[in-house]
T-cell receptor, first 115, second 109 residues
Framework: EAGVAQSPRYKIIEKRQSVAFWCNPI?????LYWYQQILGQGPKLLIQ????????DSQLPKDRFSAERLKGVDSTLKIQPAKLEDSAVYLC?????????????FGPGTRLTVT | QQPVQSPQAVILREGEDAVINCSSS?????VHWYRQKHGEAPVFLMI???GGEQKGHDKISASFNEKKQQSSLYLTASQLSYSGTYFC??????????WGLGTSLAVNP
């Protein structure tokens, strides 16, 4: 079974530039998560999709971050414009369902450096 | 509210045991445990659900005290491969999973 795919793996941009990350979840997984993980901290949920609908985006900085999941499969997360504090690893995860009984499978992450 | 993990860091010699704790101030529906090695993605270890159901790897042991909103992860006869950062995630009755800050575990030969 193929795992969660993410690209790019690394990205360096200057502040005020824009950047986009892509995620392809495990086939058949209805739920997709985008997390931000700052060095030394646990993952922070940015947005959760169930199929192509948003379940939770309460911690997504909507003035600069946007995400979509077209056709309920792969997803993109965009930052525009980027700030220095956006430097982090962006993790995508997927699971069979939204309930707490489902484990999450994580992709390798995208390490973003904003200079 | 973010769950509190303790200890923050542990150093073991191969073969020693360790316990990592996770506590929440809210009534919980489930507790998740994941391990993350440096530079890698978190990997699922175990889910403990309200009511006693557990899902996870056979070699991993954990407990969930629903009344105290606490969970403990038991690492016995540690191996070098156990090294990494262990995260607990707690799901309260609002069904949102919130992650702790992690416990760093180093197993030395």
């Amino acid at each position: 079974e193929a795992g969660v795919a993410q690209s790019p793996r690394y990205k360096i941009i200057e502040k005020r530039q824009s950047v986009a990350f892509w995620c392809n979840p495990i086939s058949g997984h209805a739920t997709l998560y985008w997390y931000q993980q700052i060095l030394g901290q646990g993952p922070k949920l940015l947005i959760q999709f169930q199929n192509n609908g948003v379940v939770d985006d309460s911690q997504l900085p909507k003035d600069r971050f946007s995400a979509e999941r077209l056709k309920g499969v792969d997803s993109t997360l965009k930052i525009q414009p980027a700030k220095l504090e956006d430097s982090a690893v962006y993790l995508c995860a997927s699971s069979l369902g939204t309930s707490g009984s489902h484990e999450q499978y994580f992709g390798p992450g995208t390490r973003l450096t904003v200079t | 509210q973010q769950p509190v993990q303790s200890p923050q860091a542990v150093i073991l010699r191969e073969g020693e045991d360790a316990v990592i704790n996770c506590s929440s101030s809210k009534a919980l529906y489930s507790v998740h445990w994941y391990r993350q090695k440096h530079g890698e993605a978190p990997v699922f270890l175990m889910i403990l659900l309200k009511g006693g159901e557990q899902k996870g790897h056979d070699k991993i042991s954990a407990s969930f005290n629903e009344k105290k909103q606490q969970s403990s992860l038991y690492l016995t006869a540690s191996q070098l491969s156990y090294s990494g950062t262990y995260f607990c995630g707690t799901e309260a009755l609002n069904r949102k999973l919130i992650w702790g800050l992690g416990t760093s575990l180093a197993v030395n030969p």
